[in-house]
């Protein structure tokens, strides 16, 4: 074996892998230094550099990279490239990041590397952009492309016919072993990444699956169809929703799974990559959602659609605020009389807010996964009300007695009026936590079977009962307790 002769001169820095090159953290963020060589790169116009610093990142990397950069920037960058961006890469972007780059690319090039993907990641590319610009787009790329991005972007766009790819491979039952592995040797018209071969009948209608590892073990003579397993194998109808795909990939332990049309003919199959990506992107949304922030929103967006995106939430915050001050105004001759009310108040509504989110957050989740059905519903809502009620408990000994203790060391108020106190702070405490808990289940749970998203709407919900309840029952009680113990 001849050697390999050292370089002649110091590798540039970006040729050594990720973990050599001192570029990348361990856990491979992009470190301020790299980014900074990067913006120089771009800056002189120095192609040789920018590709020397990113030729060993991964695609995914270089996304998130460009993410980074300002918006001239990554102008720069795309005309210093030749008005494209690497396929890879492009599918890599973030969404609300995906649009301004493929506007600043030349059309010709987009279609190049869209037509490069598979078509999931194809339709991935392209959903978010407007009929015109897709139209542009498509008009650049072969018919049969053309026709095949077509029939993908035709589904919703959270629908399995989305998320599909349609490259796959399928096999009749009566082929043999060898006959598949010469197949698959011999066509070039294959997945970029597939895990097992779908086993199909005359009416191309699946029948079974042979995992890639069952067939590689497995004599050249024998029949694909003595091998198959059709009780593993999940087959998804084009229309189901990419949260209940993802449902099935958990529950079964799917690596990947068939998709057929109405007819339950096989037209594509859905990876686990893909699945991994709709997880997220869920998880996401519904983390924005409980937080009264659009799902589209990101980094990237620019401050008036910051503030737009932003404002709906907020009005409809400041509604339920101004009902809760409403609240409050009911009981102004109670705090007018005793101070320490005013002060004391918010801590009870904030304890019943907090808990309820925490419910909430569960009990979203819970629903999501399909944890949490009516079969449990019931179960779930007494452990939750109990939980509130324990909690409240404890919260009222640990609140009653710093209340009580404060209000008499404060010179307020005798130690009755200081026993009063304390007795009222602890059971608001008990009733507003009994109360956050039941809403912070009944409310999505309603919400759910009404056909809306838990996710958005709950929060408001939830944040609005536990201040009403928190407010009304603690004024209400002083009101009734403490005033004419003071007059």
């Known amino acids: 074996m001849s050697e390999i002769a050292p370089p002649e001169e110091e590798p540039r820095h970006g040729d050594l892998p990720p973990e050599e090159d001192g570029q990348f953290a361990d856990d491979q963020t992009l470190s301020p230094e790299f980014v900074r060589s990067v913006e120089d790169a771009i800056d002189a116009e120095d192609v040789e550099a920018y590709h020397g610093l990113t030729r060993e990142i991964h695609p995914a990397d270089v996304a998130d990279l460009i993410g980074l950069l300002r918006e001239e920037e990554r102008d720069a960058l795309i005309a210093m490239l030749g008005g494209a961006i690497p396929s890879e890469v492009l599918a890599e972007l973030d969404e609300d990041l995906r649009e301004d780059v493929i506007e600043a690319m030349e059309p010709a090039k987009v279609a190049e590397a869209v037509m490069e993907l598979d078509t999931d990641d194809a339709a991935f590319v392209l959903e978010d952009l407007d009929e015109e610009k897709q139209a542009e787009i498509l008009a650049l790329a072969p018919i049969e492309d053309r026709l095949a991005l077509r029939a993908a972007l035709d589904f919703e766009e959270d629908s399995a016919g989305r998320l599909m790819q349609r490259e796959f491979f399928a096999s009749p039952a009566f082929w043999t072993v060898g006959q598949i592995i010469d197949r698959l040797r011999g066509t070039e018209d294959l997945p970029d990444k597939f895990y097992e071969v779908f086993v199909v009948d005359p009416a191309f209608k699946p029948m079974g699956s042979v995992p890639l590892s069952t067939l590689l073990k497995s004599k050249r003579e024998t029949v694909i169809q003595d091998i198959m397993s059709s009780r593993d194998m999940r087959t998804v109808p084009a229309t189901m929703d990419q949260e209940e795909v993802a449902y099935l990939f958990e529950q079964y332990n799917l690596i990947s799974a068939p998709v057929v049309d109405d007819a ?121 009300a109990l939980v509130g009620f324990l909690n409240g408990l404890i919260f009222a000994v640990i609140m009653g007695a710093l209340a009580g203790v404060w209000f008499f060391a404060s010179g307020w108020g005798t130690e009755a009026a200081a026993i009063n106190l304390a007795l009222v702070v602890g059971v608001a405490m008990i009733i507003n936590l009994l109360a956050a808990g039941l809403a912070g289940i009944l409310i999505p749970i309603g919400l759910q079977r009404a056909g809306a998203d838990p996710a958005v709407s709950s929060a408001v919900f939830v944040t609005t009962v536990t201040d009403i309840v928190g407010f009304f029952v603690f004024l209400g009680l002083a009101a009734a307790v403490l005033l004419p113990a003071a007059g």
Not at 277 to 304: I, K, N, Y
């Open 264 to 384: 339950d003919r096989l037209i594509g199959m859905v990876t686990v990559d893909d699945v991994v990506e709709t997880v997220r992107e869920e998880t996401q949304e519904d983390m924005l959602a409980l937080a009264g922030v659009e799902a589209d929103t990101g980094l990237s967006d620019t401050v008036f659609e910051t503030v737009r995106s932003r404002f709906s939430w907020l009005a409809v915050n400041l509604g339920t605020a101004i009902l809760a001050s409403l609240v409050i105004a009911m009981f102004d001759a109670a705090i007018g009389q005793i101070v320490a009310l005013a002060v004391l108040m918010p801590i009870v509504a904030s304890m019943g807010g907090n808990a309820g989110t925490q419910t909430l957050t569960v009990v979203v989740r819970s629903l999501a996964t399909k944890d949490l059905t009516a079969t449990n519903a019931a179960r779930i809502v007494f452990r939750e």
